[in-house]
């Protein structure tokens, strides 16, 4: 379909942002012309004029990000578009040279003595900054002395080459064979593999399980020798900056207890049995006498799938989370009439969804709806984002209403969460009770258990590093397999494949990055229970977090929502869960 035969209510209203390109122009020579700080540096032991800059650096951003989001919209309307590709990268440079121009900043905030900084922090003119000055004064402990950091910055390039070394491999170098999948030849390609590991045809999904592995294997030992580099380049920088571990230095940059990391993995070890009889009733359903990580994807339940065009699938999303009350539900239907929501595929437009906030207009919602269940999850997950940055920006300053990775998919997942336990408890089709509760099992497996089995490995491999082990191919192997026997248990084969899955993950690359997604869900089915059980006061908690934005620590934030992750329990109340809806799945299926 071509973008000008979409009705305009299925747009989103970029206007909003800026009514015509030409504006767009305007502010982008205005924005250049105000990024110059150089009166600032070596002044900031002045409050006045610190306080003065800070709130420069909050005016110029906020153009910059209007700048950016705009172009970034256009672009993804039509990816084709030349004109906003440039645009792109316009803003891109301009965004560089701000911190270049800002560079003085961090180093000399460093250098100012803890007496200063904290009467900053009690000083109430500084009450848009108090979280980031508490955290540049707790990062006084890891700033090096000038000479240190500049021999860093200069090696800082030579970092990223692991990750796009890894890049290249995984897009570029990595052999894409080709199998028979629906009656064609086709590529393997990442894409593809999802497609196929999802379907039904199991011959076509062990062909391209195994040519697809069989890739990775032809080029496991430059992977290996990659990935070791990128935990040693770690291991290295947390040395520089005194931390104890990698795993200390990754927690400290998002201001999190090592408590939380340790009760999420004993939580999810804790509680693997479910997980094993989860995977046993897979091999059951299906019917099969050995099954393999090929079946893994497999669907179990048919003619569950609900149909609904957009209007219909709105409206379900609307009452799916009418417990969050009026307040949201009317943000909700806004949301859809002020056309903050861009909804069918187009020629060119970007694939996908994503949820995108501009501070001081609304934020915005790309989607590429076809009628299926999973898209109706789609809504309802993308608008969780969009209202959770509603509210943060309508809530807090500038500087402090950007939340961070930590939080950022709590509200999504609880929407998720609320949505679907609305389905099924509004619907008598057996068959879509079964698809809903196999869709809340396979979520909380994939996002909760795989990713802590993937954060337990990172863990290991540099824990290994740390202790002067060198990281080989047998030895990454073997962790791998065996936490994989740990995790899934005995109900499926483990072949010499799925040992190298590690291999062939980009998340590694970004070290201590991926329990975010298991606390994220973990807090998420925590706060729709406690939603669902107890009305309105924990919709009003939830608020609290909702509005929260970036203001301080992240587990403080979920705490504001009744959740302490810095407890045990949230977590065995998640594994709970999965036990709990397992054990329905079961009687349902007649298991
Ligand atoms: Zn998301």
Redesign the pocket.
């Known amino acids: 379909m071509e973008r000008s035969e979409v009705k305009a209510e299925y747009k989103w209203k970029i206007e909003d942002i800026f009514a015509t390109d030409e504006e767009w122009e305007q502010s982008f020579k205005e924005t250049q012309k105000s990024i110059n700080f150089a009166e600032f540096a070596g002044k900031l032991s002045d409050s006045g004029i610190l306080l003065k800059l800070l709130k420069k650096i909050d005016a110029v951003s906020r153009l910059l990000d209007r700048l950016g989001v705009y172009a970034n919209m256009r672009h993804d309307e039509d990816t084709s578009a030349a004109k906003y590709t440039a645009y792109y990268a316009k803003v891109s440079s301009l965004y560089s040279e701000f911190s270049t121009e800002l560079a003085f900043f961090e180093p000399e905030m460093a250098a100012q003595d803890d007496e200063y900084l904290q009467s900053l922090i009690a000083d109430s003119r500084f009450s848009d900054y108090d979280y980031e000055l508490k955290r540049i004064k707790a990062r006084k402990a890891h700033v090096l002395s000038e000479a240190e950091e500049r021999l860093i910055g200069m090696a800082g390039e030579t970092f990223d080459t692991f990750r796009e070394t890894f890049g290249m491999i995984d897009n570029a170098d990595l052999p894409q064979p080709e199998i028979t999948f629906g009656g064609e030849k086709i590529a393997v390609t990442h894409g593809a593999y999802g497609v196929i590991m999802r379907s039904e045809d199991r011959a076509a999904r062990k062909e391209a399980y195994e040519k697809y592995y069989n890739s990775y294997i032809s080029l496991i030992n430059t992977i290996t020798s990659t990935y070791h580099g990128n935990v040693k380049k770690n291991v290295f920088l947390s040395k520089a900056y005194k931390f104890s571990s990698c795993l200390e230095r990754a927690l400290f940059d998002e201001d999190v207890g090592e408590e939380v990391y340790n009760n999420l993995l004993s939580a999810v070890s804790e509680n693997l049995a479910s997980m094993h009889r989860y995977i046993a009733d897979r091999k059951k359903i299906l019917g099969y006498d050995k099954q393999y990580f090929y079946d893994i994807y497999a669907p179990l339940c048919k003619g569950g799938e609900l149909e609904l065009g957009f209007e219909e699938a709105y409206k379900k999303v609307i009452e799916g989370l009418s417990p969050l009350g009026d307040e949201y539900i009317a943000l909700l239907k806004r949301g859809k009439e002020e056309r903050w929501i861009d909804v069918e595929e187009t020629r060119s437009k970007r694939s996908g969804a994503y949820s995108i906030g501009c501070n001081g207009v609304h934020p915005f919602v790309l989607l590429n709806y076809k009628p299926s269940i999973t898209e109706v999850f789609t809504i309802a ?1 993308e608008m969780g ?1 969009s209202l959770h940055t509603y509210f943060s920006d309508k809530n807090q300053p500038y500087a402090k209403s950007g939340y961070t990775i930590f939080v950022a ?1 709590v509200a ?1 997942t609880v929407n998720e969460v609320l949505l679907l336990k609305y389905l099924l408890s509004e619907t008598d089709d057996v068959n879509l009770k079964k698809y809903l509760l196999n869709y809340y099992l396979d979520m909380i497996r994939t996002t909760l258990h795989r990713q802590t089995m993937f954060a337990e490995f990172e863990y290991e491999a540099h824990s290994m590093v740390e202790r002067g082990e060198p990281l080989t191919r047998e030895n990454l192997c073997g962790l791998y397999a065996g936490l994989n026997k740990r995790y899934y248990g005995d109900a499926i084969e483990h072949d010499g494949y799925i040992s190298h899955e590690w291999a062939r993950i980009p998340h590694f690359y970004r070290a201590f990055y991926v329990y975010k997604y298991a606390t994220g869900i973990t807090a998420a089915i925590n706060i729709a229970e406690r939603i669902l059980s107890e009305g309105k006061p924990a919709v009003d908690d939830y608020f609290r977090f909702l509005s929260g934005g970036g203001s301080t620590d992240p587990v403080s934030l979920l705490k504001l929502a009744g959740v302490d992750l810095s407890d045990k329990r949230p977590f065995a109340f998640a594994m709970a869960e999965f036990d709990k809806t397992l054990t329905e799945f079961e009687k349902l299926m007649g298991i």
């Open positions: 997950h984002h998919e999504s």
